[in-house]
Each structure stands twice: as structure tokens, then as C-alpha cells.
């Protein structure tokens, strides 16, 4: 069987790629090794109750009837409606660090007041700061690649600020320890703090199930349980791939969401193509309440915490890192109906190899330590929920290997993007979380680009051309 | 397709592109890229439709030829005129 193109990976970059080019009338197949879609923002069942792998919430929101920004475009590009997403704003985050708590919610008049109100002496340098993220265009390369630390540190003065501001950023998109480029730095403030957070009360299956279901719709096709083994390789291009079962499939283009190292390891890379693995991942604990936890004075969407003087942003040396972590309460959007569940989640930075080396006692142990540990420590910045858990749940960075394949559970790939998307064969692809784009619109967007640039406008080589030459019209 | 079929035809377009904008209201002399604020990806978008649809083929250098409604039927009346209304 031979496609036009062949997707490795139902993740949310994959669906949609593949959506783009069943659109476009491509023959196109989604290799996927799970048993069921999603990848990394995935959902599930246990004792009878529904929870999302991944999701806080979606970035980059912005209103109804808004024509820019990513949201917009890959409503677009998808030939989606707003509604088809049914997303409710969040009701109101904070950042808070020792001392000092800083609100956003999706108005940025918010947080700049809050940032003059706490740091009066940063007034000048946050409103430098914010007008140089508004400008910056993914095309400046140069100012893309530098130290987005070095940077701020030109504006801002006061090493607290610039950690609260890194924080939610970090957590929620930088596959880089300590420090993050300027061009991610820019896209994950603006899609944090100028566009905005949201959920679908249905949660992450709502937007997975849209996605297939237009995918195929459009006539595309869905292969579970058919993990890419290998890639067979004839004259710089990929001529078929192995599935784990032994049997092989041919697409005359490949585009791969498992990841860049991961998609090297298939077609045996030169060792100079693939970068080193990300090494940053998560432990994630979910409490179902008895109650809704604004009752309890649990009234925040999300709350990023760190109780340290300064921010660390890397590898744990141990299991966890519990100074510093993302409580998200999935309740306090602005739903029409409330949750029929009390819910809080908390991500804790972790450590993969310390995971990977317990036995399987020394792991049960492990995950429920951790979630003790977690808890307590978020508790600390939130009123304590916990004698209200009625039920919970725990996945750690192996979790995150196992169901998605990614190198040491890593949330956000390797630090080493591969922006074009292409590779040393003609034909294969990159997109996804390694091409540069995460979280879950990121992705898709990143989906969208690498189907449009890499197989439907192949005729044209020069991506800048046509951004020039759009430019005039 | 006679010229005001040729519109029709890139309204329908455009509506499918941005399924909330109500492009009844777009007008005819003022550029697409700042009435609905489409981007490159989205004319790229207007030029695979046109071939997906009526197999018109747009050389790169002819985007600028897009730039509104009326420019745009303009360009494709000859390159469409022997087509039969979808
Ligand atoms: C705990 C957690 C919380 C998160 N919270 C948020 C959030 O609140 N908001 C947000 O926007 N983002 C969040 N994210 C990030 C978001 O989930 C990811 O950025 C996004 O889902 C990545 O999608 P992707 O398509 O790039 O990759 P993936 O989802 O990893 O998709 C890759 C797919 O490829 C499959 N695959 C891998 N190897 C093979 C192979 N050899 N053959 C076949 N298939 C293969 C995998 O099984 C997987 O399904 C969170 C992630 C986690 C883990």
C-alpha cells in the first residue's frame, strides 16, 4: 500500500498535518503505536471516572471573532468554528513566590498592573520588555536564537521578576534547562499573558475527537497499535517503513511527531542529525473532591509556585522537585455548567533515569510518596483540599515514556529544535514538539505548517519567497 | 464562469477558509489581508482551493494579483472563463 503521505503519531501535530493534506486530497495514513490517540495530551479511564493526560489548559486563547494570533489560524486552517473547540476562559491565575503573588487572567491590563503594583521600580523595563515580545517576528532569526535570560536582564533589574515571569513559561514550554531562546520565550509570553488561557468543559477528548473526526471525514486513515519499528532507506529518501508486526507501508512523504532524536533512531541518523534528548519531564498527581474546590477557597485556574529564592529550572537530582510546581484546578473556568467533579492537578518537575531505576515495589512506593510530597507542598500556596480527596491518581515521567515514546519522559523534546522540519532524507519530516512548537495549539500549529510547507507546497522551494511575496499583497 | 460567478466562487472560498467571518460584508476594492486580516498560510489557502476546486493553477508570482476581491476576478476571468459554474 503506498500513500502521498504517512504520519507517524496521533498526537495532536499529527491529526492535525493530516487533516491538512486529506483536506487537499492527499492519501494519507496516521501510524499510531498506542492503542488510542492523543500521545501526550491524551485521555483516560479508571474506576469509572474520565481524566485528561495533559491538559491545564490551552494557550494562546483569544475571543471569538479574533483574526490573528494561533488560535485564529488554526481555526482557518483546520476549517474549524470557534464553537467546534468550545472553549470557557479561565476564571484567574496567579505566579506566586515567596513574598509576592502576581493575577493574570486573559486581560494583560491585569498582570501589567499587578508587575507596577508589586515591582513600581520595574515599571519602565516590563513595559520594554512586553513591547519587544509584541514585535518580535519568528522571521528575525538572530534575536530568536539568544539568551531570552540575557535579554530580560537588559529590562529588568530585579531577579524575582524575571523568575516569576520565567516560571509559567518554563513550566508550561521550555524543553531548555535554566534559560529559554528568545523566540520561545516571546511565543509562550504571548500565548500565557497577551492571549490567554481556556478549556473545553468536555475536557482534551472534545478537541481529539473533532480532530479525528474531520480527519476522517475527509477520507484520511487511522492506523492504532501500528508503531513505526524502522525506516527503510534508499538513496537519501525513506522508501517504506516497518511497523512492529513486520509489515511495511510505503508514502512517497513522512512526517514524524515521535520526536527528532526518536525519528532519527528509526532510519539510523548520521550521529551528527540527532541532537541530545530533552531531559525534562514531569510527575503529575489528580485529586478528584467531594466538592468544588472554589467552595474550599481553591477559587484560582492555575496557580505556578515556587518557594525558593530563585526559580530553578532543570533536571531534578532526585525523583522530584517539589520547591516549585503548577497546581491547575479544571473547575475554575467560565463554564456554562459547573464540572461534575472537584478536581485539582499539580505538575512537579522530575527526574526520568531516577525514575527508571526502581523496582516495581520501589516504584508503587515512589509514586505515592511523591504524590504525598507534591500535595503537601502545594498546599502551602492553596487552602488544603486534601482531607476532601476522594480519589486520585499519579503518572510519572516512565508513564510519559511508555504511552508516548518520547526519550526520558521528556515533556517538550529536545532542546535542539529543528525549525525547518527537514532532515538529511528528502522525504521525512519533522513536526510536532521537536520542530519547535509545543503545547497543545503549538503543536497543532506546528502540524499545519510542516503539511503545508513539506507536502502540499512542494513546488516551492523557498518558504521566505513566499512570505515575501505575500507581503506585497 | 462569468465574472460575478467568479466572485461567488471566491466568497465561497474565503467562507470556508474563515467559517465565522459573514463575508456578505466584504468589500470588492479594499485588500483581503486587511478586511479579515488573512496572513500568507491563508492566501496560500485561497490559491490550493482555487486548484483544488478548479484546477487553476497560480504561478507564485501572480499572488500579488490577489489582493481584493475585484483584483482577484480580474485575474481569473480568462484563467476561468471556459469552466462551468461548480
Ligand atoms: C502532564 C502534561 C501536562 C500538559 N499540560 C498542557 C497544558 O495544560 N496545555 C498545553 O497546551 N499543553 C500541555 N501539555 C503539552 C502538550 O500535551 C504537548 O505539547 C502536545 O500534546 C504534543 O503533541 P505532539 O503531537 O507534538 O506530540 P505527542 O503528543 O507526543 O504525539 C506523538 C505521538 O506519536 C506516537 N509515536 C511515537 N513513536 C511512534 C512510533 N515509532 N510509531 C507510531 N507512533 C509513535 C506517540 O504514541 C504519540 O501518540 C502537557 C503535557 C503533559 C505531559
Request: hydrophobic share 40%; glycine share 8%; charged share 25%.
Amino acid at each position: 500500500m503506498s500513500y502521498d503521505a504517512v504520519i507517524i503519531g496521533a498526537g495532536l501535530s499529527g491529526l492535525a498535518a493530516g487533516i491538512r493534506l486529506a483536506y487537499y486530497g492527499k492519501r494519507v495514513c496516521i501510524l499510531e503505536r498506542h492503542t488510542t490517540i492523543g500521545g501526550l495530551n491524551s485521555f483516560y479511564r479508571l474506576a469509572g471516572r474520565q481524566f485528561d493526560v495533559g491538559l491545564h489548559a490551552m494557550t494562546n486563547f483569544t475571543p471569538k471573532g479574533t483574526r490573528k494570533g494561533p488560535l485564529a489560524r488554526i481555526l482557518r486552517q483546520l476549517r474549524f468554528r470557534w464553537e467546534d473547540l468550545a472553549l470557557s476562559p479561565q476564571v484567574g491565575s496567579q505566579i506566586a513566590f515567596p513574598g509576592v503573588g502576581l493575577s493574570f487572567t486573559n486581560d494583560f491590563e491585569l498582570f501589567r498592573s499587578q508587575v507596577h503594583e508589586h515591582f513600581p521600580a520595574e515599571k519602565d523595563g516590563f513595559e520594554k520588555l512586553a513591547s519587544a515580545v509584541i514585535d518580535y517576528s519568528d522571521l528575525n532569526e538572530p534575536v530568536a536564537a539568544q539568551s531570552a535570560r540575557a535579554m530580560v536582564a537588559g529590562w529588568i533589574k530585579d531577579p524575582l521578576l524575571v523568575d516569576m515571569i520565567f516560571c509559567p513559561l518554563q513550566f508550561y514550554g521550555s524543553a531548555r534547562e535554566h534559560d529559554m531562546d528568545f523566540g520561545q520565550f516571546s511565543v509562550m509570553f504571548r500565548s500565557i499573558f497577551l492571549e490567554g488561557l481556556a478549556r473545553p468543559w468536555a475536557g482534551v477528548r472534545l478537541i481529539l475527537k473533532n480532530l479525528v473526526r474531520r480527519f476522517k471525514l475527509l477520507g484520511g486513515e487511522l492506523r492504532l497499535r501500528a508503531g513505526v519499528r524502522q525506516m527503510v532507506t534508499e538513496q537519501g529518501r525513506v522508501a517504506r517503513l516497518v511497523l512492529d508486526d513486520g509489515s511495511s507501508i510505503e508514502g512517497q512523504n513522512v512526517l514524524s511527531s515521535a520526536g527528532l532524536v526518536e525519528t532519527m533512531r528509526m532510519c539510523g541518523g548520521p550521529s551528527g542529525e540527532a541532537p541530545e534528548s530533552g531531559q525534562l519531564s514531569f510527575v503529575e498527581t489528580l485529586s478528584v473532591l467531594d466538592e468544588q474546590p472554589s467552595t474550599l477557597g481553591c477559587d484560582r485556574t492555575i496557580i505556578f509556585y515556587n518557594d525558593s529564592d530563585r526559580f530553578h529550572w532543570h533536571r531534578p537530582e532526585e525523583l522530584i522537585d517539589v520547591r516549585s510546581g503548577v497546581i491547575c484546578c479544571p473547575n475554575n473556568f467560565e463554564y456554562e455548567q459547573p464540572l461534575g467533579e472537584g478536581m485539582v492537578r499539580i505538575t512537579a518537575l522530575a527526574n526520568y533515569d531516577a525514575w527508571r531505576k526502581l523496582s516495581p515495589e520501589e516504584y508503587r512506593a515512589a509514586k505515592q510518596a511523591a504524590y504525598e510530597q507534591i500535595n503537601a507542598s502545594a498546599v502551602r500556596f492553596v487552602p488544603d483540599y486534601r482531607s476532601r480527596v476522594i480519589a486520585d491518581d499519579t503518572f510519572t515521567p516512565t508513564t510519559i515514556k511508555r504511552f508516548t515514546g518520547h526519550d526520558n519522559g521528556a515533556v517538550y523534546g529536545t532542546p535542539q529544535k529543528r525549525r525547518s522540519g527537514t532532515t538529511h532524507l528528502k522525504n521525512l519530516f519533522i513536526c510536532g514538539t521537536d520542530q519547535g512548537l509545543v503545547g497543545i495549539v503549538g503543536t497543532m500549529v506546528s502540524g499545519i505548517l510542516m503539511a503545508n510547507r513539506h507536502v502540499l507546497e512542494t513546488s516551492r522551494e523557498d518558504e521566505a519567497e513566499i512570505i515575501a511575496a505575500s507581503a506585497e499583497i | 464562469m462569468s465574472p460575478p460567478e467568479i466572485k461567488e466562487a471566491i466568497l465561497d472560498i474565503l467562507e470556508s477558509i474563515a467559517p465565522d467571518e459573514d463575508v456578505t460584508n466584504v468589500k470588492d476594492d479594499v485588500p483581503l489581508r486587511e478586511q479579515l486580516e488573512l496572513d500568507s498560510m491563508d492566501f496560500l489557502d485561497i490559491v490550493m482551493e482555487l486548484r483544488k476546486r478548479y484546477r487553476v493553477q497560480i504561478p507564485e508570482d501572480d499572488y500579488v494579483q490577489l489582493a481584493t476581491i475585484n483584483s482577484t476576478v480580474e485575474y481569473l476571468a480568462p484563467l476561468m472563463k471556459d469552466l462551468q459554474k461548480a
